[in-house]
């Protein structure tokens, strides 16, 4: 698919079909996609946590996520993405570069991100990427180390809806040129 047209076709969806499920493969392909985005000294930080059994999932959705993005997951195999901690944006000897310290990991995580959900969108999946879950609950129930920060969930399901474009502000306004 041309990539302009890529981009403006995805879209966040809340509502997944039961009638056909996202495949293993088709999860390590949009992973593979991830791990082509840039990072800090090529540090490649991001984990993936795939939750694609039904069971497994619907126990992690009723544990880690409120209910209202819970019920958006219905049907929708669950990626939990983490980056490793104090490593990209950091020194060897474990001193931060700059003031961002480990949002630079997080920068990295978005890039993989963005890649993640534009393979999906690109083999006729749809995603959510959910910032609003629960930590704590996610870690205990994945067993994830400690030098690993939790950031989104991401949903990746066949769409059983068409969301409109949220409209986007005016290139302008977040514009300035010198
Ligand atoms: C970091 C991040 C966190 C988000 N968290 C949530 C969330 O918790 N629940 C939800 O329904 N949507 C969430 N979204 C989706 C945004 O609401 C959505 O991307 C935005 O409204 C633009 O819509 P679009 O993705 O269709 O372009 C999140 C998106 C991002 C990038």
Partial sequence: MEFQ??????????????????????????????QEAPSWKNSQTGRYYCLMSEEITAKFLAECL????????????????????????????????NELGNGWGCYDLGLQAENLVLKASELGYGTLIIGIRDADSIRSFLSIPENEIIAAVIAV???????????????????KFF
Avoid: H, W
Avoid at 13 to 30: G, N, P
Avoid at 81 to 93: L, V
Avoid at 157 to 175: C, F, L, M, N, Y
């Fill in 5 to 34: 047209n890529l981009m403006e076709k995805r879209r966040s969806v809340r509502k997944y079909s039961a009638d056909r499920k996202v495949s293993k493969e088709d999860i390590m392909e949009m992973i593979r996609a991830a």
């Fill in 157 to 175: 399901g066949v769409p059983a809806e068409e969301p409109k474009r949220p409209k986007r502000k005016e290139t302008e306004e977040i514009v």
């Fill in 66 to 97: 409120p209910e209202g993005n819970a019920a958006k997951c219905q049907n929708a195999a669950v990626l939990v993405t983490t980056f490793i901690r104090d490593r990209s944006g950091f020194k060897q000897d474990g001193t931060p570069d």
